[in-house]
């Protein structure tokens, strides 16, 4: 039996956001009942799992996955909570996730602790036999939200009309949207990229064409194209709210890289300022960011590179080295844990976790795992074939880039 839910569009709210922000002594979770008395809005869930202890939940997981065995294989991003985060089979980052996934043909079921994205990356990499499932329907990603697929059309459209071109333009988009962004990629001639290998795509990109409209945060994109060179003359921004984006004609057609206006929330808290406060502490800092962090952070920082990048450093980072980082609090928090012979840290004093993916309480896991157990699919993610194939082209793309 499957019991499918539609995915509701919930908004992330200030009021959400801020309800999470917290000292590090605060971060494990609390009864789920408790978490929703913030006023967020999260999936409803059956109310036997509201009032349950961390305890609870810890000793119920890992009896019903003892139960099911290896038909069930958990995938845990890391930027989730540790009460989450240690049940997983495998933790990395999205894209990692999904193709470890599609390797074990054995688990039926993969229970992807992350957010819609990366569950629907996952369906589209997977064998048709396994069924992929997000324990909150909302645990969304605000970024992928921004770039709305009806919004993202219409700039296609529009962009395509005013350069008077097909083959003048080239999306390429970030692995952190929707699939129907990927598929629009993938069926008109563009690609997807991590942030590991934007700069590669990128390059790419321009050798398929003049211009570049790159999906959905304009940081990354930013970024990426000042280390290939690409001026910020050279670029505009795309504001889906104005007319042609808030551009002229002529501003586009003299442009390489269109930027969508859109965004990372935990990434943009990091400023200046805050790396200024890490090194006037300690002067033999070394400062670490994320490149969805904005151009200013980033240009102040020693040491830019994707999640797995910032894991990789630190980890192999000399004894008594000291790292200001710039990243998901999670994250953050276990790399701290993990190398006590350095000094680790988040750079922004208010320790905000991504609320999207904190979304993914014990007790939902909990939950989706007991009814597999009872032959129940709950919040299985589907893909219409068209848009899954022609995603799939554009991360095939990707992956021929060496």
Request: glycine share 14%.
């Given at each position: 039996m499957v019991i499918k839910t539609r995915r509701p569009g919930i908004p992330i709210t200030e009021i959400e956001h801020s309800a999470f922000c917290k000292s590090e002594d605060e971060l494990p979770a609390r009864p789920l009942a408790e978490e929703l008395a913030v006023n967020i809005r999260w999936q409803k869930i059956p109310d036997q799992y509201l009032g349950s202890s961390a305890e609870e939940l810890d000793e119920r997981i890992r009896r019903v996955r003892k139960h099911l065995g290896k038909s069930v294989t958990i995938l845990g991003h890391h930027y989730q909570r540790e009460e989450v985060i240690k049940h997983a089979d495998f933790q990395g980052d999205s894209f990692l996730l999904s193709q470890e996934a599609a390797s074990l043909p054995d688990a039926s079921f993969i229970v992807f602790c992350g957010v819609h994205f990366m569950a629907e990356t996952a369906c589209i990499l997977c064998a048709p036999h396994q069924k992929v499932v997000l324990p909150n329907l909302t645990a969304g990603c605000s970024m992928a939200d921004m770039a709305p697929m009806?919004?993202?059309?219409?700039?296609?459209?529009?962009?395509?009309?005013?350069?008077?071109?097909?083959?003048?333009?080239?999306?390429?988009?970030?692995?952190?949207?929707?699939?129907?962004?990927?598929?629009?990629?993938?069926?008109?001639?563009?690609?997807?990229?991590?942030?590991?290998?934007?700069?590669?795509?990128?390059?790419?990109?321009?050798?398929?064409?003049?211009?570049?409209?790159?999906?959905?945060?304009?940081?990354?994109?930013?970024?990426?194209?000042?280390?290939?060179?690409?001026?910020?003359?050279?670029?505009?921004?795309?504001?889906?709210?104005?007319?042609?984006?808030?551009?002229?004609?002529?501003?586009?057609?003299?442009?390489?890289?269109?930027?969508?206006?859109?965004?990372c929330s935990v990434h943009t808290r990091f400023m200046v300022g805050q790396i200024q406060a890490a090194r006037d502490r300690y002067s033999d800092i070394n400062v670490i960011v994320h490149p969805e962090c904005t151009m200013e952070t980033v240009q102040a920082a020693d040491l830019v590179g994707s999640t797995e990048f910032i894991r990789k450093t630190i980890n192999e980072a000399p004894p008594g080295t000291k790292w200001a980082v710039g990243t998901e609090i999670s994250l953050v928090h276990r790399l701290a844990l993990n190398n006590p012979d350095k000094v680790v840290f988040c750079l922004d004093p208010v320790t905000c976790p991504c609320s999207t993916m904190y979304r993914i309480h014990p007790a939902y896991v909990l939950w989706v795992l007991e009814g597999l157990a009872e032959g129940q699919v709950v919040n299985q993610i589907t893909l219409p074939e068209n848009i899954r194939v022609e995603a799939q082209v554009a991360l095939e793309r990707m992956l021929a880039l060496k």
């Open positions: 009806d919004e993202v059309e219409d700039a296609w459209e529009d962009l395509e009309r005013v350069l008077g071109d097909p083959g003048g333009i080239v999306p390429v988009t970030y692995m952190n949207s929707t699939a129907g962004i990927k598929a629009l990629c993938g069926r008109t001639g563009g690609a997807v990229c991590t942030s590991s290998n934007a700069a590669a795509v990128m390059k790419w990109g321009f050798q398929q064409a003049g211009r570049i409209l790159f999906l959905p945060d304009q940081h990354l994109g930013r970024n990426t194209g000042l280390t290939l060179g690409i001026s910020l003359d050279e670029m505009v921004v795309w504001n889906p709210f104005r007319r042609l984006g808030g551009n002229t004609p002529d501003q586009l057609r003299q442009a390489k890289l269109i930027l969508w206006q859109g965004h």
